[in-house]
Structure formats: C-alpha cells, structure tokens
C-alpha cells in the first residue's frame, strides 16, 4: 500500500510572531487576492469580451469554465508539488503564471489566445492551499483558525469591491484594463513574497512528485467535463461526447492503476472510498456547480440582457449582484465558523445547503422579478459564502486523513474549481440559447444540482480521532 509521510514526524521551524507575522499574513491575502481578482473581477466583462473579439457568448464562457477547470487541475497539482520543492517557491510559481497568463490576456488578438491566458492565470488556484499550509506550519496555533477564515472569506470575492471596480473598469476602458489591474497586484505579490514568507527547510515529502498520475488526473477531469459540456450542447450520444465519456473512463481507471504502485501517491486510492472523504468532495463539486454559477454566470448575464433581462450595464450589474454576496459573506465567514464550532460543522453545512436550495428556487420561479433576485442573492451571501464556504473549507481541513492531512484540503481545491467550470460549462448553452426560458431552464438545472449537494451531505462521517 502506498505510504504518505505522518505530518506529526516532520519538523516543523519555530513560530513566527509580532511584526513579521503580520508581514506574512498580509502577504498571502495579497497572494490570495491576485488569484481571486481573475475569477469575480472578470465576470461583469464577459459582455465587452464578446463584442471586441467578435466571438459569441457560449464560446466566450470559456473565459470562466477553462479558468476554474485549470484551477481544478493546478489546484491539487502545484499543492501537492509543494511538499516536495517548498511552500516559498511553490507559491512564487504560482505567482509567476498569474503574471504570464496576465500578460497573454491583456494582448490577446483573439479569444484562443485569451484562453491560453485564462488556463495559465487558472492554475494558479493553488495560492489558497499553499498558503493555507504556510499559515499552519509558520504561525502559533491560536491564531491559525481566524487567520485561515480571513483567506477563505476572500473566496467568495474581493469584499465585492472587485466585481464592481471590473464592472466600472470594463464599461469606462474595456476588458483589458482588468488584466492590467491583476498584472500590477501579481508584481507586488511577488516581491511581497521574495521578502516576507520564510525560506523553505526541508521538504514534507521524501521521493518524487507523481507527475504521472497528475497527468492521468488531470486528463481524467478535462474530459468529464467537456462530456458534460458536449453532451448538453450536442446530444449525449453524438460522437463527440462519447469521446469524451471514454477519454474520462480511461484516465481515471488509468489514474487508480497509477496511484495504487506509486510509493509518494499524488492521492492515495483508499482514502477516496472513506465516507470522512468522498460526501466532503462530492457535496463541494455539486455546490459550486449549482450555486456557483448562479450567482457568477447566469444572474450576471442574465441582469446585461436588454431583451428579456434588466439591461444593465456592466458596473451597474456587479454592484447589484456580485458585490452584496461577496461583502455579506465576509461578515458572515467568521460568525459561520463560530456556529460551526459550537453546534457541528456538518449540521452547519447542511443548514446552509438548506437555505441555498430555498433561494435557487425563488429565482428560478421569478427570474424577471429585478428586486427579488437581488434580495435571494444577498441571502446566498449568508447560506452560501459564509456557512457553505466556510464549512466545506473547515470540513476539508478536519476530515483529512491524520497520516495525510493536506491531502482533502488539496483536493478540495480540486473540487472547488472542477464544480465551477462544470456548473458553467453545464449552463452556457442555455444562457446563450436567447430568450427567457433559456435563462429559467439554466437556473432549474442548477436547482437539481443543488438538492443532489444537499443530499451528499448527508452521506458525511464524521472523522472520530479529530480533535
């Protein structure tokens, strides 16, 4: 059986405090903000996208579903690759394709090579986990909590300022002056990094990164969801989708087989059937894939559609529906892992889960209704970026196996951007179909994906030896 080194054996340097603590936290929000810039700044874009490259909007989709899809892959990859070059250079990686795939967007002629961009930028999703694990190896262990929950807060957005300040950006100097911003946030986070994270000791893992089995990974989710995206938009028994449905099959059978005679495992096989494990996974990938794409895609076009939506303007629709979730769930993360801790993390959760539900099916039943699906999405502000959010995250971080416990945390990440780019990618063509009942359709569909990740929270064990 492959063998993951025990965390508990591996020396850890003295905790840092006062001053350069500060430093350091401050230095990964800025890390953790350069990457978040490129998923909600960019959204209230995607209109201006469309009409200066000339491409049409369920291609130009792509800008969203291909980043988190990149974020799924580079997420568990370049995290994972961290325990064997050091959490220091890991994450100055992960800044320097920010900064690359920054720079292809803002010169793009045409969407392939925006694309191009979007992946690079994508992958770079693994600033969470690395920073996650830089917090618990570096700080004292009473502040690590309120510290984690200030970077998690960060992933439901930018305090909702940055989806406004895109939506402004895009109106008043087009597209590419949001890639301009994000290049200027990416330069100081490497030279904040440079000075304040600690140099890397010695490295978590002994023996090599299993690049093997993080291409099998990685071809394994690009097919599942482009199936999933084919399927919808051509049929699901064309002959394109059914090339995708065996590519998947394929690379994951090809994954296990790789994994289970690897001696450093990207992921070891066995902890993928525990129930502490798979619920947590599977109820992160059907949220995101629900009420993700919600609020960050089909609202969002929905309130710049001037036929059959509200006709705003782009500046005008992401302070009405990006930021208000955004800044409620910042105030409600903190106060959500308080609740976690006093009454569970998982009756939390499912309460969350609960309230989303709720919400989705009012805006699917009044989708026209301007007000009314500006009030339900402040109310996902609550249920879904503070108690979703927060308790997935914590969850992620509490069941992880003891002999391997940054292994959930990386494949949640995984999970996170895999359940956006399939929630987008699953929606798209009926957003992009025209027409009112394009828009209710979509917003039905994600309704169902919703109640399936109630339902596999109830399927969550919780782990017994945790502390």
């Known amino acids: 059986m492959p063998t993951t080194p025990d965390a508990s054996v591996i020396d850890r340097p003295a905790a840092i405090r006062g001053g350069r603590a500060l430093a350091l ?29 000339g491409a049409p909007m369920d291609a130009v989709s ?67 986990q690395i920073s996650y694990v830089i917090l618990a190896e570096t700080l004292p262990a009473a502040v690590f909590p309120t510290t984690l929950g200030v970077l998690t807060a960060i992933n439901g957005g930018v305090g909702g300022v940055d989806g406004w300040i895109g939506g402004l950006l895009a109106d008043e100097f087009g597209f590419r002056s949001l890639f301009v911003v994000i290049l200027v946030v990416a330069v100081v986070a490497i030279v904040c990094v440079a000075f304040a994270v600690p140099r890397d000791g010695e490295p978590s893992s002994t023996g090599r990164m299993d690049w093997w089995g993080a291409a099998a990974l990685s071809a394994g989710l690009i097919c599942i969801t482009y199936f999933v995206s084919t399927g919808s938009a051509q049929g699901w028994f064309a002959p394109l989708t059914l090339a995708f449905l065996a590519g998947t099959v394929v690379s994951f059978v090809l994954f296990v087989v790789i994994e289970k005679r690897r001696r450093t495992p990207l992921i070891a096989v066995h902890h993928l059937r525990s129930r502490q494990v798979w619920p947590v996974l599977a109820t992160t990938v059907l949220t995101l894939s629900s009420v993700f794409a919600v609020i960050n895609f089909t609202v969002v076009i929905l309130s710049q559609d001037e036929t059959v939506g509200f006709g705003l303007n782009a500046s005008t629709s992401a302070l009405l529906f990006l930021a208000p979730p955004a800044i ?140």
């Open 25 to 53: 936290v401050s230095t990964l929000i800025l890390t953790v903000v350069a990457f978040q810039l490129n998923s909600s700044m960019i959204t209230p874009a995607l209109p201006d996208i469309s009409a200066q490259l």
């Open 62 to 128: 792509q800008v969203s579903s291909l980043f988190f899809l990149a974020g799924a892959v580079g997420g568990v990859v370049l995290a994972r690759w961290s325990d064997f070059i050091g959490r220091k250079r890991a994450l100055l990686i992960v800044l320097a394709l920010i900064v690359l795939g920054t720079v292809l967007c803002i010169f793009a002629p045409n969407l392939p090579v925006l694309l191009l961009g979007r992946v690079l930028q994508g992958a770079s999703s693994a600033a969470f």
């Open 328 to 467: 409620i769930g910042l105030a409600a993360a903190p106060v959500s892992g308080w609740l976690a801790g006093r009454f569970g993390w998982i009756p939390m959760l499912r309460i969350g889960m609960v309230l989303s539900v709720l919400t989705l099916i009012v805006i699917a039943i009044a989708p026209q209704s301007q007000w009314m699906v500006f009030a339900m999405i402040a109310v996902l502000g609550v249920a879904y970026n503070g108690l979703v959010l927060t308790t997935t995250n914590g969850l992620g971080v509490l069941q992880s196996p003891t002999e391997a416990p940054a292994i959930l945390p990386s494949m949640n990440s995984t999970a996170f951007g895999f359940g956006a780019s399939l929630g987008i990618a699953i929606v798209a063509p009926f957003v992009a179909s025209g027409g009112i009942g394009g828009y209710t359709t979509a917003l039905w569909i994600s309704v169902g994906i919703s109640v399936l990740a109630l339902t596999a929270t109830l399927f969550i064990v919780p782990k017994t030896d945790r502390p």
